[in-house]
T-cell receptor, first 116, second 114 residues
Framework: SAVISQKPSRDICQRGTSLTIQCQVD?????MFWYRQQPGQSLTLIAT?????????ESGFVIDKFPISRPNLTFSTLTVSNMSPEDSSIYLC?????????????FGPGTRLTVT | AQSVTQPDIHITVSEGASLELRCNYS??????LFWYVQSPGQGLQLLLK??????LVQGIKGFEAEFKRSQSSFNLRKPSVHWSDAAEYFC????????????FGTGTRLTIIP
């Protein structure tokens, strides 16, 4: 499997501000995913980020609120814009490892965001 | 659309006892099935997966799961739990739409008592 890191690991932010979360992988991957895990809840997919193309957002998530960059095959960022307390969640990135089975994803440690 | 149900929100078992966590999916064809574990403050770790073939799959940490098509189930089992198994367990399904997306269940929180 790959080693996936996220920065920051946690942050406390004021409402109305924005936070950019970084996801770094130690090998080249085509597909990266961003998830949100609200307190006590399961994971919800925000978007799929493939290198060289625009991110594909799931229903209920929009680019203006969650802009994503994917500049190369080992890195992606997710920005949470104009934050409100409802954005307090754990944000996780995951990757699909080439050569592994279909749909098999590996996750980063997550970024715990608290909005006050 | 596919869905995943984990009927048990919270399970408590004694250390050394056996464990079974339930997972049911809704999809017409055979899906890709996964179990992940999330320890407190951690990301998700892949325990095991089912794609095809032998319906009993072995994973890490002594876990196994059995795919039962007739019951649309993929239950996770362990013969003897350890205190370190206390965590949140998520079942996930991927279906063959080519988009590689996973749908996660709501999770089961496992508590181990001495």
């Amino acid at each position: 499997s790959a080693v996936i890191s996220q920065k920051p690991s946690r942050d406390i932010c004021q409402r109305g501000t924005s936070l950019t979360i970084q996801c770094q992988v130690d090998s080249q991957v085509t597909m990266m995913f961003w998830y949100r895990q609200q307190p006590g809840q399961s994971l919800t997919l925000i978007a799929t980020a493939n290198q060289g193309s625009e991110a594909t957002y799931e229903s209920g998530f929009v680019i203006d609120k969650f802009p994503i960059s994917r500049p190369n095959l080992t890195f992606s960022t997710l920005t949470v814009s104009n934050m409100s307390p409802e954005d307090s969640s754990i944000y996780l990135c995951s990757v699909r490892i080439p050569g592994r089975g279909s749909y098999e994803q590996y996750f980063g440690p997550g970024t715990r965001l608290t909005v006050t | 659309a596919q869905s995943v149900t984990q009927p048990d929100i919270h399970i408590t078992v004694s250390e050394g006892a056996s464990l079974e966590l339930r997972c049911n999916y809704s999809y017409g064809a055979t899906p890709y099935l996964f179990w992940y574990v999330q320890s407190p403050g951690q990301g998700l770790q892949l325990l095991l997966k089912y794609f095809s073939g032998d319906t009993l799959v072995q994973g890490i940490k002594g876990f196994e799961a059995e795919f039962k098509r007739s019951q649309s189930s993929f239950n996770l089992r362990k013969p003897s739990v350890h205190w370190s198994d206390a965590a949140e367990y998520f079942c996930a399904v991927g279906v063959s739409h080519g988009n590689e997306k996973l749908t996660f269940g709501t999770g089961t929180r496992l508590t181990i008592i001495p």
